[in-house]
């Protein structure tokens, strides 16, 4: 597709059940990243994926959150067990590469989103 | 570490008035500088942004930015504003490496007819 797909946009679970927010990034693009916005905050950093390999999960809040991209294109978040403060929206992003210390300035597109409430 | 420190939650202008919307950021190493608009329900759009080079950057839409490093500063400004500026607007910081982005708390802004 032309965009970042997010899917499902809007996503109401009952707390304590387990959902799964899917991420289609733009075709060809390396890096994907997700970002947790909580409501009246700015984005807040998760997680990153090079291809298949999960770099980083330092931003993940605890081990009730879990990603995953094992084919280097399609990316799943998954809450466990959800609590009403994981109430938020889950931005996914990718960019077409980077490199491991290098500083590459390639723009990163943001999909619109997909809304979680707890309830 | 790195973090943005955006001045004012909400500022408003006239339609046609400047526009100037403020991003004070702290980094340990030479930062690469982002402004992002948000509409309502929607996702984060790219403005504009500072890797290195000049130092006034232009986006889109009319905006620009200049990164002053002395006052830490990548303020953001419009001559003239229109209604459909209307919208969040996001600062953010990043680095080397993998471009993790730090985010400021976003500044709303209003435009009045």
């Known amino acids: 597709g032309a965009g970042v797909s997010q899917s499902p946009r809007y996503k109401v679970a009952k707390r304590g059940q387990d959902v799964a927010l899917r991420c289609d990034p733009i075709?060809?693009?390396?890096?994907l990243f997700w970002y947790q916005q909580a409501l009246g905050q700015g984005p807040e950093f998760l997680t990153y994926f090079q291809n298949e390999a999960q770099l980083d999960k330092s931003g993940l809040p605890s081990d009730r959150f879990f990603a995953e991209r094992p084919e280097g294109s399609v990316s799943t978040l998954k809450i466990q067990r959800t609590q009403q403060e994981d109430s938020a929206v889950y931005l996914c992003a990718s960019s077409l590469r980077t490199r491991q210390g290098t500083s590459s300035g390639n723009t990163i597109y943001f999909g619109e989103g997909s809304w979680l409430t707890v309830v | 570490a790195q973090s943005v420190t955006q001045l004012g939650s909400h500022v408003s202008v006239s339609e046609g008035a400047l526009v100037l919307l403020r991003c004070n950021y702290s980094?340990?190493?030479?930062?690469?500088l982002f402004w992002y608009v948000q509409y309502p329900n929607q996702g984060l759009q790219l403005l504009l942004k500072?890797?290195?080079?000049?130092?006034l950057v232009k986006g889109i839409n009319g905006f620009e930015a200049e990164f002053k490093k002395s006052e830490t500063s990548f303020h953001l400004t419009k001559p003239s504003a229109h209604m459909s500026d209307a919208a969040e607007y996001f600062c953010?910081?990043?680095?080397?490496?993998?471009?993790?982005?730090?985010f400021g708390t976003g500044t709303r802004l209003l435009v009045s007819p």
């Open positions: 075709s060809g693009h390396v890096s």
């Open positions: 980094s340990s190493v030479p930062p690469y």
């Open positions: 953010a910081v990043g680095g080397t490496g993998f471009q993790k982005l730090v």
């Open positions: 500072y890797t290195t080079g000049a130092t």
